[in-house]
């Protein structure tokens, strides 16, 4: 068996590159038969990411016979979705022989929707996942448990789960009728085939309108009447006021272009602040906050949705041509189920961001469904105990019942994301969005109510099907993960047993996953509640344990929250610790966010007893995101590896970390550029190395005897790697330090707001305050949505106050007092002379004698702007802005002067 302490090629080597490219790729298209087609978990790490993560943490860089271009050929077929399976089985033996034949022990402590321990258990390990959240955890065994204990699962669910499906449409199917004739879609226990079932209806919400000067009558809230959306094929719902009735109703129209249609679909409520369709009254948000939150805001249907005779399309039915509920007699039949009312209450609208219903009045989970979802919902739940009583009752022993019923849970669960009232008609495809299209419950004024048993978006019948045939490719994994649910702060694990610690923890102050979590937790309590008392035996997930800055959980107090954050981070990793063998390697995939969510970390694993080695950033996201691919892109994820540290590492000076980080960067970044790693993923690799010097310590001591913060040294290690990078540049203002930065990071592209912040905060910036690099009459960086893009020279240099003393240039208030305290940033200088330069040169010295700047600075600057440096590959097309310092540093002397300005 080899050492443990061995250094891991992790630790030396991995192609960055080719691991974000697949697992960007991952996420694109349709993915059947991806684990993550199982059930929804939020931030679920790629499988790419994962894979090559366990893979890189267990064998080692001693002796590798691969080259670079090699081991990139290799990490991309092994990382590939949907790849050969021959790239896994050569993973798979090089990790067994990493550890003498045996199967290598890995523990995930935060295993949330289970990617990492499910690519650890394909790479042959034995492999522990730990977990809080009951629906995790239940996600977790359906994963990496059940299909690979039960041979043959997939047929038993199919078997048992027709019949569920079966026996639900023959007691729901009278809530769904017919329509007119037509070939359409041929349902289970259909007599009349030349009827089409409605796909989906589509309903908005109502208030009464509030003029009083006119009859009673209801103002629809309808965000927009959009149906239809393609190249050739327009179709919306045109509103008709009825002054006769002062009631509403809508035709729809179709038309080959936008303007064939007449009107504006996009015409409609904004926020719940409308104007009455029918007497043109403004409905105010207020208002309709109000009616809300009393309970008197109602529904009115919109259209029902058919498929085609033909089988193809979208056929839309006006109101009249198809049947409506009988909200009363669904309530009715609800209550005779053997099923507890859904009573549980919604979170607090400071638990879950992005916008949210429950100012509007939707206080418990029941309020999120229709009395038709309701009644579809419970009826499925209430078949789940059937069918598991059913199959106990035909000599299916126990175990093997209760993997079909949680199988069939996590189906119903599918369901319920697609059938609740706030989905959304996505009139691109003509379909339901699912409830949870992003980590929020927002309002939504006009929903989209799928037919669970049509064949289209939220059908049981599909995802039942999804679920078996997953099943059946996760059987051929040899051997079950053994899934534990408790807190990381406790793992059921012996002292020095595991040879790695893979983990992707918990994101500091990021939404908390436990209250999102609850939508999902209510319905398998109802399913499967009676299998599992103990994880389903709360009236919501546990939240007490949950590890995430959530001020509202301690009165309000952000530094409460923020300590109980770093109190069970530092518990788990203490934990870690204990479970590790000596020497052997822990690795975090982390989201890399902010200072503090860094600091917080580094600080966990450090008092935890870790010592830093090394760090890779990845970008993970779809390269249709705001950044696309082939761009630099500050990275959406870190490997931060770590071991454990020397016990007699005792207490380190200030200056000796410090002399000691100077050695890292250096030689990091002559490493780093070697592997032609460039941008942003140079500068946070570089920063994520430097943290060794500070974790190798048990403490670092300030001159006057303090203990350094991590944070305090996190903020000098990103310094001290741009100082570095920019070298003439060290000392200058950070305004300047943050335009250089963010050319280099991503040259003049959109970049999504926070990863911009977070390079802003690196070099002492400030991107969004009043005074921030945002804001003022000629900012440095523009906004568009939630993406900002940095504004060159010909954008800011015409400004004639440009680079003046005491003038607001746009974010000129740096975080650091500038010397002398008056002056402008050097890069609105530099812009100011660059746009002179190019448009009118001879004002370039009679501006330059005007503002106070050091020309020898400037130069360098210009230098700088005008560098392949801030290119990020080579062979990249000069920006403007370069092209423009070129030209200037060719005509410098006789435009400044040899002696600068005389």
């Given at each position: 068996m080899r050492d443990s302490s061995e250094k891991r090629l992790i630790e030396d080597v991995i192609p960055i590159d080719?691991?974000?490219?697949?697992?960007?790729?991952?996420?694109?298209?349709?993915?059947?038969?991806?684990?993550?087609?199982?059930?929804?978990?939020?931030a679920r790490r790629p499988l790419?990411?994962?894979?090559?993560?366990?893979?890189?943490?267990?064998?080692?860089?001693?002796?590798?016979?691969?080259?670079?271009?090699?081991?990139?050929?290799?990490?991309?077929?092994?990382?590939?979705?949907?790849?050969?399976?021959?790239?896994?089985?050569?993973?798979?033996?090089?990790?067994?022989?990493?550890?003498?034949?045996?199967?290598?022990?890995?523990?995930?402590?935060?295993?949330?929707?289970?990617?990492?321990?499910?690519?650890?258990?394909?790479?042959?390990?034995?492999?522990?996942?730990n977990e809080l959240n009951p629906v995790a955890h239940l996600i977790e065994r359906m994963l990496m448990e059940y299909p690979q204990s039960y041979p043959g699962l997939g047929d038993d669910i199919r078997r048992w789960g027709t019949a569920w499906v079966d026996e639900a449409w023959t007691a729901l199917s009278d809530l769904y009728p017919a329509v007119d004739s037509g070939t359409g879609q041929t349902m289970i226990g259909a007599t009349d085939t030349d009827k089409r079932l409605p796909l989906a209806y589509i309903w908005t919400r109502a208030v009464r309108c509030p003029n009083p000067a006119t009859p009673e009558h209801?103002?629809?809230?309808?965000?927009?009447?959009?149906?239809?959306?393609?190249?050739?094929?327009?179709?919306?719902?045109?509103?008709?006021?009825?002054?006769?009735?002062?009631?509403?109703?809508?035709?729809?129209?179709?038309?080959?272009?936008?303007?064939g249609l007449g009107f504006d679909p996009a015409e409609g409520s904004r926020g719940g602040e409308v104007t009455c369709r029918i007497c043109g009254a403004p409905v105010e948000s207020r208002y309709v906050k109000e009616e809300a939150r009393a309970g008197r805001m109602?529904?009115?249907?919109?259209?029902?949705?058919?498929?085609k005779p033909s089988g193809r399309g979208r056929d839309y039915l006006p109101v009249g041509e198809y049947d409506l509920p009988d909200d009363a007699e669904c309530m009715k039949r609800l209550a005779e189920l053997p099923i507890d009312p859904l009573d549980e209450p919604l979170p607090g609208t400071m638990r879950i961001t992005g916008g949210t219903c429950m100012v509007y009045g939707f206080s418990h989970y029941r309020d999120l469904f229709t009395p038709r979802q309701l009644l579809?919902?419970?009826?499925?739940?209430?078949?789940?105990?059937?069918?598991?009583?059913?199959?106990?009752?035909?000599?299916?022993?126990?175990?093997?019942?209760?993997?079909?019923?949680?199988?069939?849970?996590?189906?119903?669960?599918?369901?319920?994301?697609?059938?609740?009232?706030?989905?959304?008609?996505?009139?691109?495809?003509?379909?339901?969005?699912?409830?949870?299209?992003?980590?929020?419950?927002?309002?939504?004024?006009d929903f989209y109510e799928a037919n669970p048993f049509a064949g289209a978006s939220g059908d049981v019948r599909k995802y039942l099907k999804e679920t078996a045939n997953l099943v059946d490719r996760l059987a051929t994994i040899r051997n079950p993960a053994k899934c534990v649910r408790g807190s990381a702060a406790a793992l059921p694990l012996p002292n020095d047993s595991q040879d790695?610690?893979?983990?992707?923890?918990?994101?500091?102050?990021n939404i908390s996953y436990a209250d999102l979590s609850d939508f999902f937790y209510v319905w398998l309590k109802r399913s499967v509640g009676f299998l599992y008392p103990t994880d389903l035996g709360g009236e919501l997930t546990p939240k007490r344990s949950e590890a995430v800055v959530a001020a509202y959980r301690h009165a309000g107090s952000k530094d409460a929250a923020r300590q109980h954050y770093e109190t069970l981070m530092e518990q788990a990793f203490r934990e870690a610790h204990r479970v590790l063998k000596?020497?052997?390697?822990?690795?975090?995939?982390?989201?890399?966010?902010?200072?503090?969510?860094?600091?917080?970390?580094?600080?966990?694993?450090?008092?935890?007893?870790?010592?830093?080695?090394e760090a890779w950033p990845l970008d993970t996201e779809m390269p249709e995101r705001a950044v696309g691919r082939g761009t630099a892109s500050l990275a959406s994820s870190i490997f931060l590896v770590a071991r454990k540290r020397n016990p007699n590492a005792g207490v380190g000076s200030e200056g000796e970390v410090m002399a000691e980080l100077n050695d890292i960067i250096k030689e990091r970044l002559e490493r780093l550029e070697n592997l032609g790693i460039t941008g942003a993923d140079l500068v946070i690799a570089t920063v994520g190395a430097g943290l060794r010097a500070l974790t190798r310590f048990e403490r670092v001591e300030q001159d006057n005897g303090d203990v350094l913060p991590a944070e305090r040294f996190l903020e000098m290690v990103q310094t001290r790697v741009l100082d570095a990078i920019f070298g003439s540049l060290a000392g200058v203002d950070p305004v300047t330090r943050y335009y250089v930065a963010a050319q280099y990071s991503y040259g003049y592209g959109q970049?999504?707001?926070?990863?911009?912040?977070?390079?802003?905060?690196?070099?002492?910036?400030?991107?969004?305050?009043?005074?921030?690099?945002?804001?003022?009459?000629?900012?440095?960086?523009?906004?568009?949505?939630?993406?900002?893009?940095?504004?060159?020279?010909?954008?800011?240099g015409h400004d004639e106050r440009l680079g003046q003393p005491n003038v607001d240039g746009g974010g000129t208030m740096p975080l650091i007092e500038l010397s002398p305290p008056t002056a402008a940033p050097l890069i609105d200088v530099a812009h100011g002379v660059l746009w002179r330069a190019e448009h009118k040169p001879a004002d370039v010295r009679p501006y330059l004698l005007s503002v106070n700047v050091d020309v020898m600075r400037l130069q360098q600057l210009i230098q700088a702007l005008a560098g392949r440096a801030l290119r990020s590959t080579a062979n990249e097309a000069k920006s403007r802005e370069a092209s423009a310092a070129e030209r200037l540093l060719v005509s410098w002397r006789s435009i400044i002067g040899e002696q600068g300005l005389i």
């Open positions: 080719v691991i974000s490219r697949t697992s960007a790729s991952e996420k694109v298209g349709g993915r059947v038969g991806h684990p993550a087609s199982l059930h929804l978990w939020w790419a990411a994962s894979r090559a993560a366990v893979y890189a943490a267990l064998v080692p860089a001693a002796g590798r016979t691969r080259s670079v271009d090699e081991l990139s050929d290799f990490f991309d077929a092994l990382c590939t979705w949907g790849g050969p399976a021959q790239p896994i089985e050569t993973a798979r033996e090089e990790v067994l022989a990493a550890n003498g034949g045996e199967a290598p022990k890995v523990v995930d402590l935060f295993s949330g929707g289970g990617a990492i321990p499910l690519e650890a258990l394909r790479l042959g390990c034995e492999v522990t996942a209801d103002a629809h809230l309808l965000r927009q009447t959009w149906l239809g959306r393609k190249k050739g094929r327009y179709i919306a719902l045109k509103p008709v006021a009825d002054r006769a009735t002062w009631s509403l109703r809508y035709e729809v129209v179709e038309a080959t272009t936008e303007e109602t529904t009115a249907p919109l259209t029902a949705l058919a498929l579809a919902l419970s009826t499925l739940a209430v078949g789940i105990r059937k069918v598991h009583d059913a199959a106990r009752e035909s000599g299916m022993d126990e175990g093997r019942a209760a993997a079909v019923a949680t199988a069939l849970a996590m189906a119903l669960n599918r369901v319920a994301d697609r059938l609740s009232n706030l989905c959304r008609l996505d009139t691109k495809n003509e379909g339901g969005t699912n409830t949870f299209a992003r980590q929020a419950l927002p309002m939504v004024w790695a610690v893979v983990t992707d923890p918990p994101y500091y102050d000596p020497g052997a390697p822990l690795v975090c995939v982390y989201a890399h966010k902010t200072t503090s969510g860094w600091s917080s970390l580094v600080e966990a694993l450090r008092v935890a007893g870790f010592t830093i080695t970049v999504p707001f926070d990863e911009a912040n977070n390079l802003a905060r690196m070099t002492g910036a400030d991107l969004d305050s009043p005074n921030g690099l945002t804001n003022g009459v000629n900012p440095h960086v523009s906004k568009a949505k939630s993406a900002v893009i940095l504004r060159d020279f010909e954008d800011r």
